[in-house]
């Protein structure tokens, strides 16, 4: 199954790293605890909204984007997992 | 400040009564309880990931799609929210 607290974790890390930011400037910035946004950003902690809009306003990044940068990682992730499709199989089958 | 849990069920709900299905068949199909469905629904509990995946697979609704439902709504709330634009007042200050 997808785990979207893994795929949230990823694409905050992302963003914080390609701000070339430390975990301890963001969490001091959103005013959370350097483990606990590294917890988070390992995929191992569930953000409430509100810490999660606290971390997003630290990195200047619209909870709208992040949830495009999730949206597109978790879309890669399901098609990863897809079985090939049956009509495939049947193409194969019917030459 | 835009809290995700109350656009995340939103969503959920848009989606349920968009299937014209009760809260106890989707409830019962993601095996979790009625209440606990209808507080996710109402933005009133923060789902964890492995219960947000178990109401996806009950409504077949692709994590992905259902991110980008919230992702588009948050982001009319990001508008919404905004300031008018300084670029504005200044063309008026000018005129």
Do not use: F
Not at 28 to 56: H, N
Not at 71 to 79: F, K, S, T, Y
Not at 88 to 94: E, F, P, S
């Amino acid at each position: 199954m997808i785990v979207l607290r893994q795929h949230l974790g990823d694409a905050l890390r992302r963003r914080r790293t390609g701000q070339g930011r430390t975990l301890r400037e963001v969490s001091s910035a959103a005013r959370v605890s350097l483990g606990y946004l590294s917890e988070v950003e390992r995929g191992q902690k569930e953000p409430s909204s509100e810490l999660l809009g606290a971390i997003c306003g630290a990195l200047n990044l619209p909870l709208s984007v992040l949830l495009r940068d999730v949206g597109d990682d978790v879309a890669l992730a399901e098609l990863a997992a897809e079985p090939p499709p049956a009509r495939r199989r049947d193409v194969v089958a019917a030459a």
